[in-house]
């Protein structure tokens, strides 16, 4: 069995709410493609949107069809690792 569609379809939103609370709405709503990609590598050391990874996180938002689960891994393990150790500048 494939990965669960729904779920993976809202990861995205879940790293956009994620931002949204730790930075402003202002700072993060409008942000999409490569500018969304470099604030969240901005905002993390680990960097885990480069790549493969990255792009597969802007297709995401697009389309899950033809996303296997190995894909997912990695893209699952960078968004875990941003919202536990993503920077917040005071």
């Known amino acids: ?9 809202g990861l995205p939103a879940l ?6 609370q730790a930075y402003s709405r202002e700072q ?3 942000l999409s ?3 969304w990609q470099a604030f969240l590598n901005t ?3 680990a ?3 480069t790549g493969e990874t990255g792009m597969l996180l802007g297709r995401l938002a697009y389309q899950t069809a033809g ?3 190995a894909e997912l891994r990695p893209l699952i393990k960078g968004i875990r690792l941003w919202i536990k150790h993503h920077r917040v500048e005071s």
């Open 1 to 9: 069995a494939g990965p669960d569609k729904d779920a993976v379809k």
């Open 15 to 20: 790293l956009k709410r994620t931002a949204m």
């Open 28 to 30: 993060v709503a409008a």
């Open 33 to 35: 493609g490569d500018e």
């Open 43 to 45: 905002h993390c050391q």
């Open 47 to 49: 960097r885990p949107f």
């Open 67 to 69: 996303i296997n689960s």
